[in-house]
């Protein structure tokens, strides 16, 4: 595997995240109105922003040790 097939990789999961999060947008809507306490909303929110920063976090060491093994390999 290449150092640039890894940054494809990673931006791939990255724009995986930005067609889910066209989805999750116009359901999240639905998700308002029909809550009358919005614990479904704020609920559905956590759980959105909870998965991206995890992605960002683990994805960010999982790239870097991606070029350390592809630089060890090479």
Known sequence: ????????????????????YWIYNGIIVEFKG??????????????WWGALIIYLIFGAFWFIRSLKEWDVVR
């Open 1 to 20: 595997m290449t150092a640039v097939r890894s940054a494809f990789d990673y931006m791939f999961g990255l724009g995986l995240f930005g067609l889910a």
């Open 34 to 47: 029909v809550s009358s306490t919005h614990e479904v909303y704020d609920f559905a929110n956590y759980f």
